[in-house]
T-cell receptor, first 116, second 113 residues
Framework: ETGVTQTPRHLVMGMTNKKSLKCEQHLGHNAMYWYKQSAKKPLELMFVYNFKEQTENNSVPSRFSPECPNSSHLFLHLHTLQPEDSALYLCASSQELAGGEGVIQYFGAGTRLSVL | SQKIEQNSEALNIQEGKTATLTCNYTNYSPAYLQWYRQDPGRGPVFLLLIRENEKEKRKERLKVTFDTTLKQSLFHITASQPADSATYLC????????????FGGGTRLMVKP
């Protein structure tokens, strides 16, 4: 296990539903991320949180709403999604390497989301 | 804009051979480059990091090279095994944000027994 836990693993929802994805990291990291991974496309960064503060919103539609109550937990609230939002949603956390020489990201197993 | 290219076609090799995967980038001056492995239905797992001042890095059967002139990294798996079958992603640090990475689309490796 990577130390990053995502729930649920699978989610099917209608376009009018409201649901939330949860991510928890047990690594003591300071930064957490949401990514979207669609078939045959690179990982798309959605949101970044550093020390609970959102530092990046990569032009994500407002139907995706992140929440970071503390450094260990990250949520992605979903409402009125579209079928094209069906994808694997990955959470990651990271800690800077010594000397500020970059970061390594640790990923959860993802939530496979299907929007009907 | 920054762009990373990995061969989107699957690479099929015979067990025991060396697999070589390529990562090319443009409009970038990364301080370091990373390789991750991703199995179906799972998140990527970090394998190796190589810095811009390093030409080569090894870890067990894995070897990574980094040519900042060619803007290319090669990822080698020697004595490949069927268990090495997975998708391999390269990632570069974002020039504008210290803790962000940009990922390539990945190359799927299939090692046949």
């Amino acid at each position: 296990e990577t130390g990053v836990t995502q729930t649920p693993r699978h989610l099917v929802m209608g376009m009018t539903n409201k649901k939330s994805l949860k991510c928890e990291q047990h690594l003591g990291h300071n930064a957490m991320y949401w990514y979207k991974q669609s078939a045959k496309k690179p990982l798309e960064l959605m949101f970044v949180y550093n020390f609970k503060e959102q530092t990046e919103n990569n032009s994500v539609p407002s139907r995706f709403s992140p929440e970071c109550p503390n450094s260990s937990h990250l949520f992605l609230h979903l409402h009125t999604l579209q079928p094209e939002d069906s994808a694997l949603y990955l959470c990651a956390s990271s800690q800077e390497l010594a000397g500020g020489e970059g970061v390594i990201q640790y990923f959860g197993a993802g939530t496979r989301l299907s929007v009907l | 804009s920054q762009k990373i290219e990995q061969n989107s076609e699957a690479l099929n090799i015979q067990e025991g051979k060396t697999a070589t995967l390529t990562c090319n980038y443009t409009n970038y001056s990364p301080a370091y480059l990373q390789w991750y492995r991703q199995d179906p239905g799972r998140g990527p797992v970090f394998l190796l990091l190589i810095r811009e001042n390093e030409k080569e890095k090894r870890k067990e059967r894995l070897k990574v090279t980094f040519d900042t002139t060619l803007k290319q990294s090669l990822f080698h798996i020697t004595a490949s095994q069927p268990a090495d079958s997975a998708t391999y992603l390269c990632a570069l640090d974002d020039n504008n944000a210290g803790n962000m990475l940009t990922f390539g689309g990945g190359t799927r490796l299939m090692v046949k027994p």
